[in-house]
């Protein structure tokens, strides 16, 4: 006979934390990093105008803030799901936000978006700089890591299918403890009233019949008139 393994519901979808964590965690930093360096970067001379800390703007809302904050969520599912749909939906929102950091300043124009100014650089190479860092850079590096993550969750590994019939193994044992235990209980609650109907009804245990009833009545009055008799 061959053992078949055992697989719980869904297994396909089961995946170690550690599969995406690596990426996770790095998209959370850039996610971080471009949506706060507007408001911090002109306390080290390094940002674009308005180059005023912590002054907010359509043009940094909506080209800086929101992808970032996308970023930073599809990093922490990356991290933390044991899920791969909702990895892979993790991956897929630090792709798009990492995009949006690339063409986000070529479509800000034509949808309305606002601006975020000109860099702040008295060199041609900190001005450079300051566009990889802020946008193409950045973004481009985001994209990376999210493809990256989208093709290794897109593989179901040898240890993907481990993991999984690993924690099918470990549902059927914990059920399989919670039936013994069940079964044990309602024994225990059997025994308990078996002793109940002992102890109760030691003497009610033969329940006398009718003709019992009546020859003990009989009896009775026979024993009564002898012993009229017998005056």
């Given at each position: 006979m061959v053992d078949t393994p055992t697989r719980s519901r869904g297994g396909a979808?089961?995946?170690?934390?550690?599969?995406?964590?690596?990426?996770?965690?790095?998209?959370?930093?850039?996610?971080?990093w471009g949506a706060l360096v507007p408001f911090i970067g002109p306390y080290f001379n390094f940002a674009f105008s308005p180059d005023q800390a912590w002054t907010w703007t359509a043009g940094r809302g909506w080209l800086e803030v929101l992808p970032g904050a996308v970023a930073v969520v599809g990093?922490?599912?990356?991290?933390?799901?044991?899920?791969?749909?909702?990895?892979?939906?993790?991956t897929w929102m630090?792709?798009?936000?990492?995009a949006w950091f690339v063409v986000g300043r070529a479509l800000a124009g034509p949808l309305g978006l606002g601006e975020v100014g000109v860099p702040v650089a008295s060199t041609e190479a900190q001005r450079v700089w300051l566009e990889l860092t802020y946008f193409y850079g950045l973004g481009a590096v985001i994209v990376f890591l999210g493809a990256l993550a989208l093709g290794r969750l897109s593989v179901r590994s040898t240890r993907d299918i481990a993991y999984a019939e690993t924690?099918?193994?470990?549902v059927a044992d914990?059920?399989?403890?919670?039936?013994?235990?069940?079964v044990a209980d309602r024994d225990a609650v059997a025994d308990r009233d078996a002793e109940v109907?002992?102890?109760?009804?030691?003497?009610a245990a033969h329940k006398p019949s009718a003709r019992e009833r009546l020859s003990s009545l009989f009896g009775r009055r026979g024993r009564r008139d002898d012993h009229k008799l017998a005056v």
């Open positions: 979808l089961h995946i170690p934390r550690s599969r995406g964590a690596a990426s996770g965690l790095l998209v959370i930093v850039l996610g971080l990093g922490f599912l990356m991290l933390t799901s044991r899920n791969r749909a909702t990895a892979m939906l993790g630090a792709i798009v936000a990492g924690r099918a193994h470990a914990r059920d399989a403890v919670a039936d013994r235990d069940a109907t002992t102890h109760h009804g030691g003497a």
